[in-house]
């Protein structure tokens, strides 16, 4: 093996760890990350669920993930908008990671699914002034 060889693998290796690396990082609620699932269904699952769980019913343990399930506080649908894009102690910000279209889709999906059953529609504008 020439030294040359042995350099350019070296090389190829630490490319290649460092592209798992970017890719694994995609999964992580880090700061630049934008979610690219559109509807409320997808990002539910991908995103809340892992906190609020499959049924929205939370969890206790670690921490305490309040459930979403029948949860009166979702009638006025500004205070979910708000706590999505802003978050709250242990509930990450979205707000960076999600457009208004995505939030008003997650936030609908909650409010009509999971026991909850409140039928005004929350658009994209409403996010946008939400933000403002
Ligand atoms: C990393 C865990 C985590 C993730 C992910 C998460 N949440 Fe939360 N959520 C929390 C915690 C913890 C609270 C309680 C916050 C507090 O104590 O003030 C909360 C509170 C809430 C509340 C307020 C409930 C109430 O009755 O006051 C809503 C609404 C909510 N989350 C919606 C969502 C939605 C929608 C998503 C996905 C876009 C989401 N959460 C993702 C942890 C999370």
Redesign the pocket.
């Known amino acids: 093996m020439t030294l040359r060889y042995t350099l350019g693998l070296a090389a190829s290796l630490a490319l290649a760890a460092t592209a798992a690396a970017a890719q694994e990082g995609q999964r992580t609620?880090s700061s630049g990350y934008r979610f690219v699932e559109m509807s409320g269904e997808e990002?539910?699952n991908n995103?809340?669920r892992?906190?609020?769980m499959a049924d929205a019913k939370g969890a206790t343990g670690a921490?305490?993930?309040?459930s979403?399930s029948a949860?009166p506080?979702?009638q006025a649908a500004g205070?979910?908008v708000t706590?999505?894009i802003q978050g709250?102690?242990?509930?990450?910000p979205?707000g960076d990671m999600?457009n208004d279209a995505q939030i008003a889709a997650?936030?609908n999906y909650?409010r009509t699914h999971f026991s909850n059953n409140y039928a005004d529609i929350v658009s994209a504008q409403d996010v946008s002034d939400a933000r403002h």
Do not use: Q, S, T
């Not at 921490?63 to 309040?66: D, E, L, Q």
């Open positions: 609620f990002l539910y995103v809340c892992a906190c609020h921490g305490a993930y309040p979403l949860n506080n979702l205070y979910p706590m999505v709250r102690r242990a509930m990450p979205f999600m997650v936030v909650l």
